[in-house]
């Protein structure tokens, strides 16, 4: 299935704005250090088929990054 993870039709500019101001991108610079581990993230569900980001509204890829990335606590 083809990712549309980078959709953000119907977003609020504010939105996509917060993201923009965190440096969000779709795939990481930072090898070891994507949403997907980041504890900021929020999976996907049966819902909503991209992951999130508690920080802004949209989607983000398991492969994103921003400057806020936060290792994961157990
Ligand atoms: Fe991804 Fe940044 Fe959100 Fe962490 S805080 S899930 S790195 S967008």
Do not use: M
């Amino acid at each position: 299935e083809i990712s549309s993870c980078d959709d953000l039709t119907g977003l609020p500019q504010e939105e996509i704005d917060k993201r923009n101001s965190l440096g969000y991108v779709e795939t990481t610079p930072i090898r070891e250090s994507t949403c997907d581990n980041c504890q900021l993230y929020l999976p996907p569900t049966a819902k909503r088929k991209c992951g999130g980001c508690q920080l802004f509204k949209g989607p983000v890829t398991e492969e994103g990054y921003c400057t806020y990335w936060a290792p994961q606590t157990d």
